[in-house]
């Protein structure tokens, strides 16, 4: 009972503080940090130490599973190089240089034991990057380089404290360089195979399950079986479950069904978020008793703090100066995909300061052997550098990155990028309903472009203005949500009654749901875009859009056709051939679209205000 009652109160803790934060505005670990460091020093709260089988084996690989079947293994490998230049490079280079500071400080400590507390605090923590710096809104490419990094760096560092770690059974003797990376290499590259076996297996498997219960089983299992399969033959178990999650997370659309992809989106989403969270408050509990170990320590009191803040500053200074000075590999090897342009200084700057380091550095301290020397200390420095780390830059991030005016994702960016794919998968599926417009009795190839085309035009409608008024789209979404709370009322008072099969109700409830949520999505979108009236230009070119003329419209009343009609309109958009102005296809005239089908002018650009983005009739592109 005693275990049951501390679990759930962990879980009540996590869930509260998290929420509080949020509400403030504030990325959950540093508060949860601080609470578990709070709540270590309060009578009756029990000592909890972290076993480093429980985080390598219990908790290192479902977060990083998470963490990989949720990254983009297109962006991945189009940052390949500056992902493995921090993972490995930067691990190695602070290993070493961390190592010299420690023993510097510590001499009696000896060169392996030094090494290993280096191979420790070397690798920043997949979680703490992603959950601060995707709150704060870091740039879309900083974050997704600090999250490969952090997918991979561990391989690094463990595969390095194991090679310390021998060598201070081998009566202190290092291993030379060159057994250390062929050590790397073997278990890199067993790991690399032991994950991509895991791939083809699962990918076998889930050609032949549609249920989504049991798929989700089977993803539930996938990272313990790659981690366990891969230290069974000595290879990196973390290389093994990361590349089985970005295979398998890339080749989710084929090999899953909608349904069962659904149902592992959310299930890993929760087990996450608890996991995550959870990490962070457990990082703070162990202050007390680490606290306690080191007043113990026959060392004097100065040479402690000396040693722990020193490695603290090691470990922040290293790290910017390996991102300064491989900037040129890093960041300008080619301009960014999404602005054409080459990332700032201030991006390198921002990788280097989100070192954040987290529970698999504090883990990874318990694995150094209990008889040796000062091991209470080494234990020290590494709490110092998470605590120091996530308190000193994870608070500070986001601050620097607003006074360093670096640009977040554009939701008006994304709203058009958005509408713009859009448009272009309606354009492959106009092609199966040309096949089916033969053998179609019952107009249902017309009813299927109407709903894709009120799809499309929704997805549209939220980079407009609307003069202060509901877009169609804004007021078919308020309309349907109180239709939806409606026919909900209707279903429950009839399960009161017990007249329908609880089944059918819970169906049926089911279906409410789901459209709710999509009204709910749609309506965040929305709001962000509105918080964010602001264009760049974005998307492929063709050359009719990089031939078109740049020219500013004149003062605009409103649709021409429309006035004389009498008609409304939604928002308007402009001719770039002969200065036309025309009404949207979200308007009950669809004049610009019109206009387009009478003198093929291929290109419009939009006219409302704040809004400079052009679109291509003839290529379906925006820019």
């Keep these: 009972m005693e275990i049951a009652f501390l679990l759930v109160a962990v879980a009540v803790t996590v869930l509260a503080v998290t929420a509080i934060a ?12 601080l609470v578990g460091w709070a709540g270590s020093y309060v009578p009756g709260v029990p000592t909890i130490h972290l076993e480093p089988e429980v985080v390598l084996l219990g908790l290192l690989p479902p977060l990083l599973y ?10 991945f490998n189009a940052n390949r190089r500056p992902i493995l230049l921090l993972s490995v490079g930067l691990v190695a280079f602070t290993t070493i240089g961390a190592a010299i500071v420690v023993h510097a400080i510590l001499p009696e400590v000896g060169w392996p034991a ?102 989700t089983g089977i993803s539930l299992v996938i990272p313990y079986a790659a981690y366990i399969a891969a230290e069974k033959i000595e290879a990196s178990g973390v290389v093994a479950v990361v590349v089985a999650g970005l ?44 606290v306690d170990e080191v007043r113990a320590s026959a060392l004097p009191t100065g040479t402690i703090v000396g040693v722990c803040l020193a490695t603290l500053g090691a ?64 234990l020290m420095i590494a709490f110092t550098v998470v605590a120091g780390t996530l308190l000193l830059q994870g608070m500070s991030l986001g601050w620097l990155a607003r006074r360093l005016r670096v640009p977040s994702p554009d939701p008006m960016d994304d709203a058009l990028a958005r509408a713009t794919l859009l448009q272009q998968a309606s354009k492959a599926s106009h092609q199966v309903l040309e096949e089916l417009d033969g053998d179609d009795p019952y107009g249902v190839a017309d009813l ?46 009839i399960r009161s009654t017990g007249a329908v099969a609880s089944e059918v109700v819970s169906d049926v409830l089911a279906m409410l749901d789901i459209e709710e949520s999509m009204l709910d999505a749609a309506e965040e979108e929305r709001a962000d875009v509105e918080a964010v009236r602001v264009s760049r230009p974005s998307g492929a070119a063709c050359d009719h859009l990089l031939s078109a003329p740049l ?49 093929a002018h291929p290109v419009m650009r939009s006219v409302e205000p704040g809004e400079d983005w052009r679109w291509c009739y003839v290529h379906h592109l925006t820019a």
């Excluded at 659309?253 to 659904?262: F, G, V, Y």
């Design 551 to 599: 020219f500013e419209p004149e003062a605009l009343n409103g649709c021409p056709e429309c006035i004389k009609i009498g008609s409304r309109w939604v928002s308007l958009r402009m001719c770039l051939t002969c200065g036309t102005v025309g009404c949207c296809d979200s308007s009950p005239h669809r004049h610009a679209t019109a206009h387009f089908h009478e003198t």
């Design 114 to 215: 030094a090494f290993a507390i280096g191979a420790v605090v070397a690798p920043p923590d997949a979680v703490a990057a992603t959950a601060i710096g995707r709150r704060i809104g870091l740039p879309r490419r900083v974050v997704t380089i600090l999250e490969g990094e952090s997918l991979l760096n561990d391989a690094t560092a463990l595969v390095a404290l194991r090679t310390a770690i021998a060598s201070i059974g081998a009566a202190g003797a290092m291993a030379p360089a060159w057994e250390i990376g062929l050590d790397f290499v073997v278990a890199a590259g067993g790991g690399l195979l032991v994950g991509f076996a895991t791939f083809l297996l699962i990918a076998k498997i889930r050609r032949h399950v549609t249920d989504p219960l049991l798929d």
């Design 315 to 378: 470990v922040i200074v290293l790290r910017m100066a390996w991102v300064f000075a491989a900037r040129y590999l890093l960041i300008r090897p080619g301009p960014d995909p999404v602005t054409g342009q080459r990332p700032p200084a201030s991006y390198t700057f921002l990788i280097g300061w989100a070192g954040m380091r987290g529970v698999v550095t504090l883990a990874a301290a318990f694995v150094i052997p209990e008889d040796v020397d000062h091991r209470e200390v080494l």
């Design 66 to 75: 998470a963490a990989a079947i949720g990254t983009s293994l297109v962006d």
């Design 247 to 290: 295979l398998l997370g890339h080749k989710a659309p084929i090999l899953q069904t909608a349904q069962s992809r659904i149902a592992e989106r959310m299930n890993w989403r929760t087990l996450a978020f608890m996991l995550e969270n959870t990490v962070f408050l457990l990082i703070g509990l162990q202050a007390r008793w680490l």
């Design 22 to 33: 949020g509400r403030v505005g504030f990325a959950p670990p540093i508060p949860l940090i």
């Design 448 to 493: 299927i472009r109407q709903r894709i085309e009120q799809r499309n035009f929704a997805a549209w409608e939220r980079l407009g203005t609307t003069a202060g008024e509901e877009s169609p789209a804004a007021l078919y979404s308020r309309v349907r949500q109180e239709m939806i709370d409606a026919e909900r009322g209707r279903v429950l008072e």
